[in-house]
């Protein structure tokens, strides 16, 4: 599979990733206490899923693939992470990451998680494993660049979403938008306990009521607030250069946003 790119400046990345890393996901709706206040299996604070620890699968190893794995392991997770070059490339990650992270090729990681993130560059999200993510909420963090993915004409024309498309071709997944308006640095610095004033607020949307709730329990361990757009119709509200993209927002800060939103740039 060819996750390969050219350099772009990714804002929601501040770099463009280049790497993919895989996993999978079945969803497990989670039970969830404070955030903060939980031990994680590596000693950090962090949240647990009733029953056990879960595992996430990550496909694409570039900044915000990272970013969450790095916050996911604080938390308690498990993650098995994927790109195409092979699992020897992500060594140092690995390593970092410590014995809650292990690499893989990215059908692998897909089909090793309880759920799964994807981000890798739209131009090869028709390479994603979906045999390995059937049946898994699949968190879709892609942004559409055309100077690095090519011009698409249903996204020129607004005629379809990043999300739509990648949920058209993992026909068998419940696809939601998530962490895809964010800088990728903040991911692992800005969240804040639950009920905090003026708490940041992220966005996402799905056809799939419980990809939405999954979405939603794993923001608010991240440390944000969601704001539910809806279908993945509507997920082009947070797509590049609207409102709402890659800025600092509390939940009505958002939803403001959201409302100012054109649906062509």
């Given amino acids: ?62 900044h915000i693939g990272s970013q969450i794995a790095r916050k996911a392991v604080e938390l308690g997770y498990d993650v098995v992470i994927g790109n ?89 997944s419940k696809v939601a938008k998530g962490f895809n308006h964010i800088p990728a640095r903040d991911i692992t610095t800005a969240g804040t306990p639950s009920g905090r004033e003026n708490r940041r607020a992220l966005a996402t949307a799905s056809n799939h009521e419980d990809a939405t709730e999954l979405v939603t329990r794993f923001y608010d361990e991240f440390g944000f607030d969601t704001v539910n757009i809806g279908p993945l119709s509507e997920s082009w509200k947070v797509e590049r250069d609207r409102p709402a993209y890659v800025v600092r927002q509390n939940v009505q800060e958002l939803r403001e946003n959201l409302a100012k939103a054109a649906r062509l740039p």
């Fill in 1 to 62: 599979m060819g996750f390969g790119c050219r350099p772009v400046i990714d804002r929601a990345a501040a770099e463009l990733s280049c790497h993919v890393r895989g996993r999978r996901t079945i969803v497990h709706p989670r039970s969830i206490g404070s955030w903060r206040n939980l031990p994680s299996g590596n000693g950090r604070a962090g949240g647990t899923v009733e029953g056990g620890m879960t595992t996430i699968g990550i496909i694409g190893a570039g």
């Fill in 84 to 172: 195409s070059r092979g699992p020897e490339t992500l060594a140092d990650l690995v390593a970092e990451l410590g014995p809650r992270a292990r690499a893989a090729t990215a059908a692998e990681a897909g089909a090793a998680g309880d759920f799964a993130v994807v981000t890798i560059p739209l131009k090869n999200y028709k390479d994603l494993p979906a045999a390995e993510l059937a049946g898994k909420v699949v968190i879709d963090t892609i942004n559409y660049y055309f100077e690095r993915d090519g011009h698409v004409a249903a996204l020129d024309t607004g005629e379809a979403t990043t999300s739509g498309l990648v949920q058209q071709h993992l026909k068998e």
